[in-house]
């Protein structure tokens, strides 16, 4: 039933819904969807009778405005969606205003009383049950958005900040009666782990993950040897690839088809020509240069 309404009303207003969310992968689709599933997990298990299509609409709609003015973007959604679902004419204004305001007031930050039910439902919905990686991997993606050419030592230094100062024993993350009846267990499982974190692990935790992402994305060339394809900063195709060399085991990398061009950019025609634009790596040449690319991943230099 769960997935039912879910797909439903994704369904009704997704036109909608994938205008604010197809640019935002912290606050985007995944994490609505999830929203409304906890919704109504905490609903059937606490015996709540909460309208399970309200609680499912305002899941979805309530983090609209997350890409585009965070600091705001509970009022700004609230708002929003109070004036589209008035104009659909198909729920009476109480109800819709039952559902704005539960938009309005589900931030960790909120922290005045509950318009309803509903409302305190869907801010604990929101938190999810606490699992620290996620929280990192999360809070790196926002990061990551906001500044894409800072060094992951420097993104892990900010995320350890954040995971302190909103989710420690003495964060302003703030637990309303029914996210802390029914996450209880986790909420003091995240509160041991955060009591024993620190930069390195967190940024051992974004490693990882970049690792898991990256070997999502190897595939197998005709020939059966593995492959990775990337841009670079200037948006070129690149890869790194096994090579078929018999005599040691040697790795591909570089830019696929360079562009030949004069001094002044101007394109020469390549059709006659052969360029190499890829290095044909050994383990050992590999092995000299990955204290140098780990050490810029850390900080952004070489040396």
Sequence with gaps: MSKDVIERLKEEYGKELDAFYKKDSSHGWNHVENVAKNALEINRKMILNLNEEYLVLAAL???????????????LAADWF????????????????????????HRASYNGEYSSLLSEVLAAADRGAPDLNSLIIRSSKYYLEKEPNRDLKTIAENVYKHMLEKYSRTGYMKY??????????????????????????????????????EEENVNKTNRGFSIFNFKDSYGNMCS??????????????????????????????????????????????????????????KTGNLN
């Excluded at 390195?200 to 970049?210: P, Y």
């Design 61 to 75: 709609f309530h983090d609209i405005y997350s890409d585009t003015d965070r600091k705001n973007h509970h009022t």
């Design 176 to 213: 309303n009666a029914i996210y802390s009846s029914f996450y209880k267990k986790e909420i003091h499982n995240m509160y041991v782990a955060i009591d024993d974190l620190n930069i390195d692990k967190v940024f051992n935790i974004l490693m990882e993950n970049l690792k898991e992402q």
């Design 240 to 297: 790194i690839q096994e090579s078929s060399a018999a005599s040691e085991p040697k790795i591909w990398l570089g830019i696929d088809n360079a562009k030949i061009t004069t001094k002044d950019g101007t394109p020469i025609d390549s059709e006659n020509m052969t360029t190499f634009s890829r290095m044909h790596l050994s383990q050992e040449q590999v092995k000299k240069l990955l204290p140098l690319l780990e050490n810029f991943v």
């Design 82 to 105: 109070a004036k589209f679902m008035i104009k659909q004419y198909k729920y009476d204004a109480i109800d819709i205003l039952e559902m704005s305001l539960a938009i309005k007031e």
